[in-house]
Antibody, heavy 122, light 107 residues
Framework: QVLLQPSGPGLVKPSETLSLTCTVS????????WSWIRQPPGKGLEWIGY???????DYSPSLKGRATISVDTSKNQFSLNLNSVTAADTAVYYC????????????????WGEGILVTVSS | DIQMTQSPSSLSASLGDRVTITCRAS??????LNWYQQKPGKAPNLLIY???VLQGAVPSRFSGSGSGADFTLTISSLQPEDFATYYC?????????FGPGTKVDIK
């Protein structure tokens, strides 16, 4: 069973950069797409973007270019940087694996990390 | 972006009830529709992908149907562990978007 464990600061100041890392254990990053998804408190789910293990990325336009996802296959980790954060970026952030283990992205998510609450506040 | 809507936003049901949740996309998404269950404080869990395919060990009381823009999730006989919020999500095109959710609670 693949386990995803997000880590990072739980509090970020406005205008600064939110940085999270997802460590994957029990399996390899290879051949999969890996996503970040967030959920503001009491609200619904928003897909942020994905990265393929070889480095190809795609992002939601709603983030207006503020998000960057990177991968480190040597550490079996992928990361999210979100710059110029505001209170609207306060959310539980999830890392998740795409269901497809082939070279294409299915866009459905079959393995999720436990979620990490990030609060943007001074 | 493809917009997803769900109805109802919440419902109250009893154990053993048949429950149906509907999801509509703002355009045709073929069968690129997924359903998730989320319990409080937990990550979502994939129930159904490709509109009607049960994921892994998901119980057979869950079923999905539909294609194009209109979809349904049915729980044939509601069990105690089914009280949760259910989200639909389209994977037809990026950005992948979710519906607002349907909360199922105990009557």
């Amino acid at each position: 069973q693949v386990l995803l464990q997000p880590s990072g600061p739980g509090l970020v100041k406005p205008s600064e950069t939110l940085s999270l890392t997802c460590t994957v254990s029990g399996g390899s990053l290879s051949n999969y797409y890996w996503s970040w998804i967030r959920q503001p408190p009491g609200k619904g789910l928003e897909w942020i973007g994905y990265i393929y293990f070889r480095g190809h990325t795609d992002y939601s336009p709603s983030l207006k270019g503020r998000a960057t996802i990177s991968v480190d296959t040597s550490k079996n980790q992928f990361s999210l940087n979100l710059n110029s954060v505001t209170a609207a970026d306060t959310a539980v952030y999830y890392c998740a694996r795409d269901r497809s283990g082939n070279y294409y992205v299915s866009g459905s998510f079959d393995n999720w990390g436990e979620g990490i609450l990030v609060t943007v506040s001074s | 972006d493809i917009q997803m809507t769900q109805s109802p936003s919440s419902l109250s049901a009893s154990l053993g009830d048949r429950v149906t949740i509907t999801c509509r996309a703002s355009q045709s998404i073929d069968n690129y529709l997924n359903w998730y269950q989320q319990k409080p404080g937990k990550a979502p869990n994939l129930l159904i992908y490709a509109a009607s395919v049960l994921q892994g060990a998901v119980p057979s009381r869950f079923s999905g149907s539909g294609s194009g823009a209109d979809f349904t999730l049915t729980i044939s006989s509601l069990q105690p562990e089914d009280f949760a919020t259910y989200y639909c999500q389209q994977s037809y095109d990026s950005p992948f978007t979710f519906g607002p959710g349907t909360k199922v609670d105990i009557k």
